[in-house]
Nanobody, 121 residues
Framework: QVQLVESGGGLVQPGGSLRLSCVASGTRFSVYAMGWYRQAPGKQRELVATVASSNSGYSTNYADSVKGRFTISRDNAKNTVYLQMSSLKPEDTAVYYC????????????WGHGTQVTVSS
């Protein structure tokens, strides 16, 4: 029912920028928290950034490693969540996953299939 389509990944040099987009379809998403997670080779998946649902005032949260460099935002009219990434570092290299999660029912928890971000010279 719910489908998440990610885009914007690719190869970028250190210090560069990328913007990831995730378009969700299938339901009303204002009551969902939306976020980005990443997984580097040999490491566990980790939270990058989240933006809460309307019920929580769309508050944002960031991993310490990306604070000041990444910005998460959402456009409810377009059912889209963005991750603006700046000052990219090689350690940001990972597969980035989009996630949406219902504010009141954790059974409604969906993931995209991931988009590769590679930061290298």
């Amino acid at each position: 029912q719910v489908q998440l389509v990610e885009s914007g990944g690719g190869l970028v040099q250190p210090g560069g920028s990328l913007r990831l987009s995730c378009v969700a379809s299938g339901t009303r998403f204002s009551v969902y928290a939306m976020g980005w997670y990443r997984q580097a080779p040999g490491k566990q998946r980790e939270l990058v950034a989240t933006v809460a649902s309307s019920n929580s005032g769309y508050s944002t949260n960031y991993a310490d490693s990306v604070k000041g460099r990444f910005t998460i935002s959402r456009d409810n009219a377009k059912n889209t969540v963005y991750l603006q990434m700046s000052s990219l570092k090689p350690e940001d290299t990972a597969v980035y996953y989009c996630n949406v999660r219902h504010a009141f029912n954790s059974n409604y928890d969906y993931w995209g299939h991931g988009t590769q971000v590679t930061v290298s010279s």
